[in-house]
């Protein structure tokens, strides 16, 4: 009876090391790992087919091919000659079929991602990753692209929906759009099966805006913040919102090299930008002195907000919702409501729109207007966010801000 081999792992894969010759680890089932002498490591598979031994079925390289990846070949593999098939047939069969029908979705959506990709915002760029390696890739990858039919694109979107997730399915029939739009103008797909996918859209729920507070109760909130068992660079994180209004994104990612605390300015370059346009956003004091108490803690990283986890990737973008839920303001107020209250507040002040709109960093809805107008309004802005800084200490401490609000 033949010797059981002992499953391999994956750290005793990493520590093999080459040879003079090649030779072999043995996982089992006619599995097992060529190492050459190179350095290389290849994934084959032995077997036996009509009474007969065959060339061992290459699967492919390591870590590309991870080993339970490898396993799964090796299942499929011994399924087909179950049911009286020889695998390494099959695999010259499905290659035939693939060259005779062309490109499968999977590699018209990565050259699609790697065409648009440097065009977007980095956070963009990272959704539209997510979407295709959790819902549309697994779903439609290996299906060659031009046979992919509108009712199954109906179907991955609806499977998306009845999650809830109705941003996401949005997303996902944009994306799909334009995939197969990039196809048609490469020439590898002949109609576009993801046109007018919205017609059969689940309905929307009611668009809510991000919660936020009252200018009056943000005194409150502010309290909680501080005496609240989170992390201190979380607690300065919320406070940087509130001064600065920037999105929760823009401030989770900022290194320390965009910031110059002498001259009191923060420079967002356009790729970090959703508009993608280099954004200025002026300090008021209170804000430079909370960027030098995080120096004490993080500047000796690149991240103003590095990751507890991994120091060169920023903190969750969960994080700070999840602190504004601890302290009770679920549903009430949001890291991006912040810009909401500052908006709103502003507005009611009756600053000039334009320099609220820049410091918010919009666009106008005139798109010739905005096209036109590249004015910063950096010092009106520098004036205003100082007042609003002021507005917030003065009602902290318990003043009457009616004095504060200014004609623009």
């Not at 950096?378 to 801000?401: F, H, K, Y």
């Amino acid at each position: 009876m033949p010797r059981k081999a002992t499953p391999l792992t994956d750290s005793a894969i990493k520590a093999a090391k080459p040879r003079e010759s090649l030779y072999k680890l043995t996982d089992g089932q006619g599995l097992y790992l060529e190492i050459k002498p190179n350095g290389s490591k290849l994934w084959r598979f032995k077997y036996r087919f009509g009474g007969k031994d065959m060339v061992p079925l290459s699967f492919g390289p390591y870590p590309d091919l991870s080993l339970v990846k490898a396993r799964h070949k090796r299942t499929k593999a011994r399924e087909l000659l179950t049911d009286g098939m020889d695998p390494s047939e099959q695999k010259k069969a499905a290659k035939l079929a693939l060259q005779a029908t062309g490109l499968t979705f999977e590699g018209l959506a990565l050259e699609w991602f790697a065409y648009n990709s440097p065009r977007w915002a980095e956070s963009t760029a990272r959704k539209a990753k997510l979407y295709m390696e959790n819902d549309l890739i697994p779903v439609i990858g290996a299906r060659p692209v031009k046979a992919v039919t509108r009712p199954e694109l109906v179907e991955l979107v609806r499977k998306v929906e009845a999650r809830g997730t109705m941003n996401a399915a949005g997303k996902i029939r944009q994306w799909l759009h334009q995939i197969f739009r990039y196809g048609l103008a490469t020439g590898v797909v002949d109609a576009n099966p993801a046109t007018d996918l919205d017609v059969v859209a689940a309905p929307a729920k009611a668009t809510r805006n991000h919660p936020h507070v009252t200018f009056a109760e943000l005194p409150e909130l502010l309290a909680k913040v501080d005496t609240a068992n989170i992390n201190n660079l979380t607690r300065y994180a919320i406070r940087l919102l509130v001064l600065t209004a920037v999105r929760p994104g823009e401030l989770r990612a900022a290194p320390w090299s965009e910031f110059d605390l002498s001259n009191a300015l923060w420079t967002i370059p356009a790729e970090r930008m959703k508009a993608r346009r280099a954004h200025l956003v002026p300090l008021p004091r209170q804000a430079v002195t909370i960027l030098r108490q995080l120096q004490e803690i993080s500047g000796g990283y690149p991240l103003l907000f590095p990751g507890q986890q991994n120091a060169d990737r920023p903190m969750s973008d969960n994080t700070i919702n999840k602190a504004l839920r601890l302290i009770g303001y679920q549903g009430r107020q949001t890291g991006h409501g912040f810009r909401h209250l500052l908006s709103t507040e502003l507005n009611e002040r009756s600053y000039n729109k334009d320099w609220i709109e820049r410091q918010l960093a919009h666009g106008s809805d005139d798109e010739i207007r905005d096209t036109y107008n590249h004015a910063t309004y950096l010092p009106q802005r520098e004036t205003m966010m100082q007042a609003w800084a002021d507005s917030i200490d003065a009602l902290c401490a318990g003043a009457n801000v009616v004095s504060i609000k200014r004609k623009a």
